[in-house]
């Protein structure tokens, strides 16, 4: 039930209030007012004679005819709309990628992990090379190649 | 994307290049620390985990042993050349090819039972475990290629001398 505003708010300011309390009193006034105005979307509003209109209406709207191999053309656009989300997908994968690798801790300890690998690894083979060249040294000086 | 792609084979690149950077400097620095060319028996000591002393006493033989060692290669060498000179004689084996074969068979022999002597002498010159590892090292270094050959001149091995 919409509730309309009989005025009596408004007559109810006192008119020792001001005239700036009176402005601001007007404006509230004037917007119940437009807040009691009927609303046509309301379902108690319908009138039985719009309906019979808008049943009319519809049936007075001519359904166009569908283009050829319309629904063909669904199916292609269908298919061609997944087509695009995978590859988007993958670009989607490599910029996370992208993106993972610019973060400046994770860039920092990728480096440094990867130099320490290398200088561990590095340690390793450089003494294996380093005890078998002083091994064959060593066999070069007692056991000369004709003897071996 | 090809920013994304740019970033990332970037990325891998200078993942790369670390890498190998830091593996091939550091190898480079290990070798050049480790290597001690004016010492030919540092290997032993590295290798063996010898003290001063246990050094001392295989130096003294090393020292003894590499006069007879330079000794028994002269006489290899000429041996050798006087084989060879003989095999160059003609197409056949000739009694005098077949005699300077087997005295360089023989001076070779006299050489390794010589080296052999050598590494015995220097093996008991570390501790009983660290002896047994190097005389066996040694051994399986000197003599082992002889050892292939045999093994692989062997009718086990699939060397077979057919009787025509």
Known sequence: ?148 | MNRSLIIVLGALALGVAVFAGSYFVSQRACVMGMTNPADDLSWLHDEFHLNAAEMARIRQLHEGYMPQCAKMCALLAAKKSEAQAALADGTNVTANAQKKLTELGELRAQCQAQMLRHFIAVSQAMPPEQGRRYLAEMQRLTLGFHEEIEKSMSPASGHEHHQH
């Open chain 1, 1 to 148: 039930m919409p509730h309309v505003n009989s005025g009596k708010e408004h007559n109810a300011i006192k008119p020792s209030a001001g005239l700036s309390r009176h402005n601001k009193a007007s404006k509230l006034w004037t917007a119940d007012k437009i807040s009691a105005a009927p609303n046509p979307m309301n379902k108690e509003n319908i009138n039985p004679a719009d309906a019979k209109l808008s049943m009319l209406l519809r049936e007075s709207r001519i359904a166009p005819a569908l283009p050829p191999r319309f629904q063909e053309n669904v199916w292609l656009r269908i298919e061609d709309a997944a087509a695009s989300s995978k590859s988007i997908g993958s670009v989607a994968w490599l910029d996370a990628l992208a993106a993972l690798m610019l973060h400046p801790r994770l860039a920092f300890a990728s480096v440094a992990a990867l130099a320490l690998a290398g200088v561990l690894l590095g340690t390793y083979q450089g003494t294996q090379v380093a005890q078998q060249d002083a091994q064959a040294r060593y066999l070069a000086v007692v056991a000369p190649n004709p003897l071996r």
